[in-house]
C-alpha cells in the first residue's frame, strides 16, 4: 500500500549543516553502499557516480552519447548551494544485484538508509531515467522529500509496460550466450550491442517494472504535495529493432501531450530542443534546468 504525508519545506532548519565526509549506507538486502556528503545547506540526495571511470570506458561513453562526468559536474556545481548526499545507486545494483528483485517498496527502503546515513531527515532529490522513477515511487512512500525532479522520465503516461518489454528482452539475452561482436559497434546500434551483464542484474529490473505494471500515475498526482520538476529532451524517444520486441519508450511525447495537465497538477515542465535521452542528461543540460528550480525551493 502506497503510504503518503505532507513535506515540510524544502531545506528545514535541521538539514542546514556544512559537511564535507564519506560513509555507508546499510542497504535492504544487507549490502552497503558508500556515499559522500559535499556541501551546506539544505540536503539534496543525488544517485549518481561521482568516481571517474577509466580512460578506456570515458571514451566509449562520449561515443554513446553519455556524460562520463556527470556526477562529478552535478556534485560540483550544486554542494556550493546545497548538502550534496551523492551515491551511486545504479552502479552498486550493477554490481550488488538485489536477489529479491528491485521493488517500489525495496528501493524506497534503500534510498531512505542512504538519507538516514547522512542523517537527512528532508531532503530534495534528483534522479535521471529509472531513477527519476525510483523517485517519484519515493516520494509517495515518506514525508522526507521536500523537492522532486525527474528527468528523463515522464511522471504521467510513463512507459511502464514499454520498459517492461526491453527489460525482458534483456534478460532474455543475458541468459544466452553471448559471442563477441565480430565488427565494433556503432554507437546508438542497440541490435548489435551485447548485454554484458548476467540475468542477476537484468531480472531484478524485470521485476521492478513487473511490480509497476498496475500502477496509475495518473492517480497519484494528488498525493504529491512537494515542488515537482520534470523535464526530458525533445527528441527522446528510444525505437528498439526486432531483437528488443519492436517496442518503442516514448519519454518526450507524454511531456508534451500532457504539458499542461502536469502544470496543473504543480509540476515545472521543461522540454530541451533537439535532446535525446542521453544528451539531455549531460550536466551542461541539466544544471541550467534544475539549478534554479531548486535554489527557487528554498
Do not use: C
Request: aromatic residues 8%.
Amino acid at each position: 500500500m502506497i503510504r503518503v504525508y505532507r513535506t515540510r519545506g524544502f531545506g528545514s532548519t535541521d538539514d542546514h549543516r556544512s559537511v564535507m565526509s564519506n560513509t555507508t549506507a546499510n542497504l535492504h538486502d544487507g549490502s552497503t553502499v558508500p556515499i559522500s556528503t559535499t556541501g551546506s545547506g539544505p540536503a539534496l540526495v543525488l544517485p549518481v557516480r561521482t568516481a571517474p571511470h577509466n580512460p578506456g570506458d570515458a571514451e566509449t561513453m562520449r561515443a554513446w552519447g553519455a556524460d562520463p562526468g556527470l556526477g562529478a559536474s552535478l556534485v560540483d556545481a550544486l554542494s556550493p548551494h546545497f548538502r550534496v548526499i551523492a551515491v551511486d545507486y545504479e552502479g552498486h545494483r550493477m554490481s550488488h544485484p538485489a536477489g529479491g528483485g528491485l521493488t517500489p517498496e525495496t528501493i524506497t527502503a534503500d534510498l531512505l538508509a542512504v538519507a538516514d546515513a547522512a542523517a537527512a531527515s528532508q531532503f530534495a532529490y534528483y534522479g535521471y531515467s529509472w531513477l527519476a522513477l525510483a523517485g517519484m515511487q519515493l516520494a509517495l512512500r515518506t514525508d522526507r522529500v521536500s523537492a522532486l525532479a525527474m528527468g528523463g522520465f515522464p511522471p504521467i503516461d510513463g512507459p511502464y509496460r514499454a520498459m517492461l518489454a526491453v527489460t525482458m528482452a534483456a534478460d532474455a539475452k543475458a541468459r544466452q550466450p553471448q559471442a563477441p561482436p565480430t565488427e565494433p559497434v556503432a554507437p546508438g546500434d542497440w541490435d548489435a550491442a551485447g548485454i554484458g551483464v548476467g540475468p542477476a542484474v537484468t531480472s531484478q529490473f524485470v521485476t521492478l517494472y513487473e511490480a509497476l505494471q498496475d500502477f496509475d500515475d495518473r492517480a497519484v498526482q494528488r498525493e504529491l504535495g512537494m515542488p515537482r520538476l520534470t523535464f526530458a529532451g525533445s527528441d527522446d524517444s528510444i525505437a528498439y529493432g526486432p531483437e528488443w520486441g519492436d517496442t518503442t519508450v516514448d519519454i518526450a511525447g507524454p511531456l508534451r501531450r500532457h504539458r499542461d495537465e502536469l502544470v496543473d497538477w504543480g509540476w515545472t515542465v521543461t522540454v530541451l530542443p533537439g535532446l535525446d535521452h542521453m544528451g539531455a542528461m549531460h550536466s551542461a543540460r541539466v544544471l541550467p534546468v534544475l539549478l534554479g528550480w531548486l535554489r527557487d525551493q528554498r
